[in-house]
């Protein structure tokens, strides 16, 4: 099996970090080399996250030049045509559709009634996706998630629109209480809304309420209920889901995901 017909969890190592701790810095791989591609497994792909340093003011708008992606509003990969969908998912059935597994830089998988990913490395990045392959543009992804153990300075979120490895988009916080939307297109990360301060994150272990609302190119993010951004891009029409974690300067980042909802809004 080909790694496009299993992407279940993705892993990769980052450079290090600016010199300044407070700072924040996104970095992508910008294509792979024949070498590396060898390496690759049927259960692992590559892709890169990082942090940005923090805006002076929170944005709350962010247009972003790009071209639509035609895609369907709303299917699922092997049906015989396009269908409703409404996704709940508790965690407590851990034959509810997410890939498990392991390997010496992260584990992923259902445990306790939720689903964890847990980086081992430093500066390494790693995502989850479902068994099934959606195809949602217009929808509402709603999660509770946590960081369980590990350093605050980390990143977690969720992936909406994800077409491949190489396309999609990413909402995140840290557990210092900023957050992020970017996109990865093509395999080249580009900042709709760079890492940003907010007081409605709630900081070290406590739960987060993640939120977004997507309709054609416009993109609300919310956390615990609060709007922080809205972006308008249209690059990527539509796709899948999926669940990140990141490591920096710290390993063991371990983040929990629970209440899981996901709706279609057309």
């Known amino acids: 099996m080909s790694d496009d017909e299993r992407e279940g969890i993705m892993t990769a190592a980052k450079p290090d970090k600016p010199e300044r701790d407070w700072s924040k810095t996104l970095t992508a791989i910008a294509g792979l080399t024949v070498a590396v591609a060898t390496l690759l497994t049927a259960l692992h792909t590559i892709g890169v996250i990082g942090k940005k340093e923090p805006a002076a003011t929170p944005v709350p708008t962010v247009q972003a030049s790009a071209t639509l992606v035609p895609q369907p509003t709303a299917a ?37 009634g939720e ?29 509770e998630a946590h960081r369980a153990a590990g350093p605050l300075d980390n990143q977690y979120g969720v992936i909406v629109r994800y077409q491949d490895r190489a396309n999609f988009y990413l909402f995140s916080v840290s557990s210092d209480g900023q957050y992020a939307v970017q996109m990865l297109r093509e ?9 940003t301060p907010s007081p409605a994150i709630r900081q070290d272990d406590g739960t987060n309420l993640l939120r977004v609302e997507a309709r054609g190119p416009e993109m609300r993010f919310l956390v615990n209920g609060e709007l922080l951004c809205v972006v308008q891009d249209a690059t990527i029409g539509s796709g899948s889901i999926g669940l990140a974690a990141s490591s920096f300067t710290e390993p063991e980042v371990e983040v929990r995901f629970d209440n899981l909802l996901v709706r279609q809004t057309s």
């Open 76 to 112: 699922v990969t092997g049906t015989s045509g396009p269908q409703l969908l409404a996704l709940e998912d508790d965690f407590s059935d851990p034959t509810s559709g997410w890939d498990g597994g392991a390997d010496s830089d992260a584990e992923w998988g259902y445990l306790d």
């Open 187 to 195: 395999d080249h990360w580009q900042d709709l809304v760079q890492w």
């Open 115 to 143: 689903y964890r990913i847990l980086v081992h490395a430093t500066n390494t990045a790693a995502w989850a996706n479902t068994h099934e392959r959606y195809d949602l543009a217009d929808l509402v992804m709603v999660v």
